[in-house]
């Protein structure tokens, strides 16, 4: 779904027939939050290769948590808390920084690390710009219930949003269980 389809959504949700032609700063806004937090509820993951020189090399931007670190045989390395990095040997990592300023990776080898990560989406901000969220549908059951909070929720509708774009996180959640299963063969004589 591209983020013009999900601003036409939103604007069916407020029984708009079309998308408004007034600023839509804070719909947009509130699609963008939406597909964080459908991200963080599916545990959305990517992977990059991070260059580490002099014991440190720096995450990408859209870095929020680590998953797996893997050295370029294929090794995982265990992550061990920043202020106690010193202390450990061999197939260890630590990260430190901040959102604001940026993350780091710290490994005792220098070398090309695949880090598996938690990561922030990019915020869609053309009409073209393609939803990472397989079912749009919840981004936009979010944003109008977090929106709907913020006008004080007359109708009331805020939860009933909410409740759906969990019921669709959850439904995505299945089908991904579902379609990820190891497939099992029998052959018969």
């Keep these: 779904m591209i983020f013009q389809d999900l601003q036409l959504s939103l604007a069916y949700r407020y029984g708009e027939t079309a998308i408004p032609t007034k600023p839509t700063t804070n719909r947009k806004y509130w699609l963008n939050r939406g597909?964080?937090?459908?991200?963080q509820k599916l545990n959305l993951t990517t992977s990059a290769t991070v260059t580490?020189?002099?014991?440190?090399?720096?995450?990408?931007?859209d870095f929020i948590y680590p998953e797996t670190v893997l050295s370029s045989d294929n090794v995982e390395l265990m992550k061990v808390a920043a202020?106690?990095?010193?202390?450990?040997?061999?197939?260890?990592?630590?990260?430190?920084?901040?959102?604001?300023?940026?993350?780091?990776?710290k490994t005792k080898d220098d070398g090309d690390y695949t880090v598996h990560y938690k990561?922030?989406?990019?915020?869609?901000?053309?009409?073209?710009?393609?939803?990472?969220?397989?079912?749009?549908?919840?981004?936009?059951?979010?944003?109008?219930?977090?929106?709907?909070?913020?006008?004080?929720?007359?109708?009331?509708?805020?939860?009933?949003n909410l409740k759906e774009c969990d019921m669709r996180i959850d439904n995505m959640i299945g089908d991904r269980k579902m379609n990820d299963k190891e497939l099992k063969m029998t052959f018969l004589q």
């Design 83 to 105: 202020d106690e990095f010193s202390r450990w040997e061999g197939l260890v990592y630590a990260v430190t920084g901040n959102a604001k300023d940026g993350y780091t990776i």
């Design 35 to 39: 597909q964080e937090y459908c991200a």
């Design 52 to 61: 580490v020189t002099s014991g440190e090399g720096t995450l990408p931007t």
């Design 119 to 160: 990561f922030k989406p990019t915020d869609m901000t053309s009409n073209d710009d393609e939803c990472i969220i397989p079912d749009g549908e919840a981004v936009a059951a979010y944003a109008y219930a977090m929106l709907r909070k913020s006008e004080t929720d007359p109708l009331g509708d805020a939860e009933t």
